[in-house]
């Protein structure tokens, strides 16, 4: 199994940029595909980014694409989003998750977050007008 711990959120201006980690143990990481996942106040879970096991595929909500960037260092058993150009509307506490790989890894699939097994306890982000 996979326990998962985010790290890097905090305070940050419109246009800023963080750079979250989610650091994993366990295993067998480098076999599991891992999204970022994020919850506003008020808002349902959603998703923000996915990337495969061996990161030749990744997926962006609409929401984030252009500005965000989800990458892996399965050497160090971390999985990183990039955030550029914050907007208010980013401001949510950020998750990593990770599931056994499956057999596909397309859009749909690394949007359902039910997917995923294992979830971290999330880092806040926040982004100030």
């Known amino acids: 199994q996979v326990q998962l711990a985010e790290s890097g959120g905090g305070l940050v201006q419109a246009g800023g940029s963080l750079r979250l980690s989610c650091a994993a143990s366990?295993?067998?990481?480098?076999?599991?595909?891992m999204g970022w996942f994020r919850q506003a106040p008020g808002k349902e879970r959603e998703f923000v980014a996915g990337?495969?096991?061996?990161?030749?595929?990744?997926y962006y909500a609409d929401s984030v694409k252009g500005r965000f960037t989800i990458s892996r260092d399965n050497a160090k058993n971390t999985v990183y989003l990039q955030m550029n150009s914050l907007k208010p509307d980013d401001t949510a506490v950020y998750c990593c998750?990770?599931?056994?790989?499956?057999?596909?890894?397309?859009?749909?699939?690394?949007?359902?977050?039910?997917?995923?097994?294992?979830w971290g306890q999330g880092t806040q982000v926040t982004v100030s007008s």
């Open positions: 998750a990770a599931r056994p790989s499956p057999s596909v890894y397309n859009d749909y699939v690394a949007r359902n977050g039910r997917g995923y097994n294992y």
């Open positions: 366990g295993r067998t990481f480098s076999n599991y595909a």
């Open positions: 990337i495969s096991w061996g990161g030749g595929r990744t």
